[in-house]
């Protein structure tokens, strides 16, 4: 587990009103569903609008399939935001990166995991960096991502997807993500000052210690069903 995540100072102050962006979203790899994504944001005319990153740490899986849209995407890669004054950082280093100002200056982080098509056994500390950002979560990530999240307490502010999200494909995920980004950043704020209880929630509840430990139990009933 990621320990310095959870021993972070445990302090709360909401987003101020009038933040110049809505949402932002940083990758680092090349990843399909991520240039899938960036490629369909930048048809849409949105990515001027958000704050976004696609580094290319890493090598274009070679077997996707490209598009025009897609090949102009990638042909302006990297886009990068900040980098002289922040770094992104590496994988799994979440302090910097929670710190990075893409987060302080916007309301909703789009996460795309690391997988979306696999099952629930890989989620990464990608997932909870708006708890501790105090952003609204707009997850690009495997089926049954949200309801894992509920079952370990989180809001996922289920009202911000369309009905069934979690379980559709990446294309659909993908799609509709471009849709709720596409509604604009007085929308994204608005939604974020009706859910303000709900933001906290999420921050103090990852900070209470009681996440970990429902992890930890988790993994200890699965080695011990294992061994049965």
Not at 66 to 82: A, G, S
Not at 195 to 213: A, C, L, M, P, R
């Amino acid at each position: 587990m990621w320990g310095h995540m959870f021993n972070r100072p445990n302090t709360f102050d909401l987003k101020p009103i009038g933040l110049e962006f809505g949402f932002n979203c940083l990758n680092n790899r090349p990843a399909p569903h991520r240039l899938l994504l960036g490629s369909k944001l930048l048809e849409a005319g949105l990515l001027k609008d958000i704050l976004y990153t696609q580094n290319i740490w890493g090598e274009i899986d070679k077997d996707l399939h490209i598009t025009p849209q897609l090949f102009c995407f990638i042909n302006q890669l990297p886009i990068r935001l900040y980098e002289e004054s922040m770094p992104l950082g590496s994988s799994g280093n979440i302090g910097p990166v929670v710190d990075h100002i893409s987060h302080q200056n916007s309301y909703c982080t789009i996460i795309t995991e690391t997988e979306t098509d696999h099952g629930l056994e890989i989620i990464t500390e990608k997932s909870y960096k708006p708890f501790i950002a105090k952003q609204i979560p707009l997850y690009l990530s495997c089926p049954g991502h949200l309801l894992y999240l509920k079952s370990l307490g989180f809001e996922v502010f289920e009202n911000l997807y369309p009905a069934g999200y979690d379980f559709m494909t990446t294309d659909q995920k993908i799609q509709n993500i471009v849709d709720i980004v596409a509604l604009g950043k007085d929308y994204i704020e608005d939604f974020y000052f009706a859910h303000t209880k709900e933001i906290q929630h999420n921050h103090d509840w990852y900070f209470s210690g009681n996440v970990q430990q429902l992890i930890f139990q988790r993994i200890q009933e699965y080695c011990l069903e294992s061994l049965a």
